[in-house]
């Protein structure tokens, strides 16, 4: 079965300032997808940036880009010129494509990390 | 406006009461699911539904139940087997499960008294 680990429950950076959340993953397939979710204090979640496993070139949205390594199974979402609106708890996600039975195409969360921006 | 709406956002039962959840989308999408949310926990995935008529359950399905007679909606009934219902209880939906991302509803908090 597939795990999502991130390993830090919380993190601090200055406003302004870049930081890089990490995620690790455990899986045996090779084609999936993977996620970051933003959630605020309002709780709504939102999607920050998506990469397909089968794409080299790592994924970027406007301030947030990641890092991805396949090899080594990580997934790391870098946060430039950090905002005080960028503080919430975010979320690494897998999404497998099958060949494991009942969990395909289905979404596995790791535990989150709390980014706090400090002005 | 398309979107994913809950209600309600706040929601108290008192023990051995069985409580639902609604879960409401105008985005046309295929598939939806129901997540739990626990402190310091990521989502867990209690039941999801591709299609009309057919749901699947997740990783933590006991003490739950859902329909899915329409494909707008996907209500979530929490019954007096759940052993520990009170958190936040989380919607979603994608217009492909196997590919696309999934869009968020803004939640319920179920609280048992």
């Known amino acids: 079965a597939q795990t999502v680990t991130q390993s830090q429950p919380e993190m601090s950076v200055q406003e302004a300032e870049t930081v890089t959340l990490s995620c690790t993953y455990d899986?045996?397939?090779?084609?999936?997808?993977l996620f970051w979710y933003k959630q605020p204090p309002s709780r709504q979640m939102i999607l920050v940036i998506r990469?397909?496993?089968?794409?080299?070139q790592n994924a970027t949205e406007n301030r947030f880009s990641v890092n991805f390594q396949k090899a080594a199974k990580s997934f790391s979402l870098k946060i430039s010129d950090s905002q005080l609106g960028d503080a919430a708890m975010y979320f690494c996600a897998y999404r497998g494509l099958g060949g494991d039975g009942g969990s395909q195409g289905n979404l596995i969360f790791g535990k989150g990390t709390k980014l706090s921006v400090k002005p | 406006d398309g979107g994913i709406t809950q209600s309600p956002k706040y929601l108290f039962r008192k023990e051995g009461q069985n409580v639902t959840l609604s879960c409401e989308q105008n985005?046309?999408?295929?598939?939806m699911y129901w997540y739990r949310q626990d402190p310091g926990q990521g989502l867990r995935l209690i039941y999801y539904s591709q299609i009309v008529n057919d749901f699947q359950k997740g990783d933590i399905a006991e003490g739950y139940s859902v329909s899915r007679e329409k494909k707008e909606s996907f209500p979530l009934t929490v019954t007096s087997a759940q052993k520990n219902p009170t958190a936040f209880y989380l919607c979603?939906?994608?217009?492909?499960?196997?590919?696309?991302?999934?869009?968020f509803g803004p939640g319920t908090r179920l609280t048992v008294l």
């Open positions: 899986t045996s397939e090779s084609d999936y997808y």
């Open positions: 979603a939906s994608t217009t492909n499960f196997f590919v696309n991302e999934q869009f």
């Open positions: 990469q397909e496993a089968y794409k080299q």
């Open positions: 985005l046309n999408h295929d598939a």
